[in-house]
């Protein structure tokens, strides 16, 4: 569980971090130094242990689908944070979980305890709470709505790399085929994709370097706990998110979204104590 609550801290920092650097290098640049500081970073320590990466021949296909459909979450992701507020689209970003839970239990055979399911609802209501703004809905949400379909399945059918590979091998090869797939598609639509100033991409730095952590240590959640149970407990990342957004990008919440933070809180530690 440690692995999952430590998750949920590094992935929400790393949205805020995503939202700074689409500001700073526009989108397309910024997931793509996102991904050459992420997969770099992965590498190098890989080569540091000396982990091994090969993929087994009976996944390649799945690896491909995985790769592919990851890409496209990502792309609507960057998109969405580009048009929308970070502290709004991101909590809604977490209704992928559903699928995630709902997957896992179909397909792995994965079981949540009543209390269990019932602090993952908890969380992701307040989710989607925190995601109205007035009753309107935000710019962007079109696009979080391919991430969310797209962060479903990947999330999900990332375990089965997990469970053939062991996290560090999964984490390295799933990232860079979807960083494969990412620069690949802008490359081909010509994007202007020159290197940033140390100054300008220091935030895509940073977003690589948190998730550098937070998808390692999601990988050893799912290794631990189960797919489900850690999608449910870092669904909770719009608490941290929201804190670094006020904090970075001066975005304030209102007072029912206050409420719903607190009620995302109870649904977390439902999840961890009960």
């Not at 939202?19 to 700073?24: A, D, G, R």
């Not at 540091?48 to 790769?67: H, K, T, W």
């Amino acid at each position: 569980m440690i692995e999952a609550l430590l998750a949920l801290i590094a992935s929400g920092s790393g949205g805020t971090f995503a939202k700074k650097s689409v500001q700073k290098l526009g989108r397309r640049k910024a997931i793509v130094y996102f991904y050459v500081v992420l997969v770099s970073l992965l590498a190098a320590g890989a080569l540091l242990f000396g982990i091994q990466v090969s993929l087994p021949e009976e996944l390649v296909f799945d690896y491909i689908a995985l790769a592919f459909i990851g890409a496209v979450g990502v792309i609507g992701y960057f998109k969405a944070l580009e048009e929308g507020k970070i502290s709004i689209l991101a909590p809604l970003g977490r209704l992928h979980v559903l699928i995630v839970i709902a997957l896992s239990i179909i397909i792995f055979g994965e079981m949540l305890s009543i209390a269990q399911i019932g602090g993952s609802l908890l969380i992701i209501l307040s989710a989607v709470v925190i995601a109205l703004d007035k009753g309107k809905i935000e710019k962007g949400v079109k696009y979080m709505a391919i991430a969310i379909l797209g962060w479903g399945y990947y999330f999900t059918f990332l375990k089965t790399f997990v469970v053939a590979l062991g996290p560090y091998a999964a984490t390295l090869l799933a990232e860079s085929g979807v960083a494969f797939f990412v620069i690949a598609y802008y490359v081909i639509r010509r994007a202007e994709l020159s290197p940033p100033s140390p100054r300008e991409g220091r935030y895509a730095i940073a977003q690589g370097t948190a998730m550098f952590f937070g998808l390692l240590l999601y990988n050893f959640s799912i290794a631990s706990i189960g797919a489900a149970l850690t999608a449910s407990v870092v669904a909770a990342a719009p608490i941290v998110n929201s804190i670094v957004a006020f904090l970075l990008l001066g975005e304030k919440l209102d007072m029912h979204k206050y409420v719903a933070i607190v009620l995302m809180i109870i649904g977390l530690i439902t999840l961890i104590l009960i």
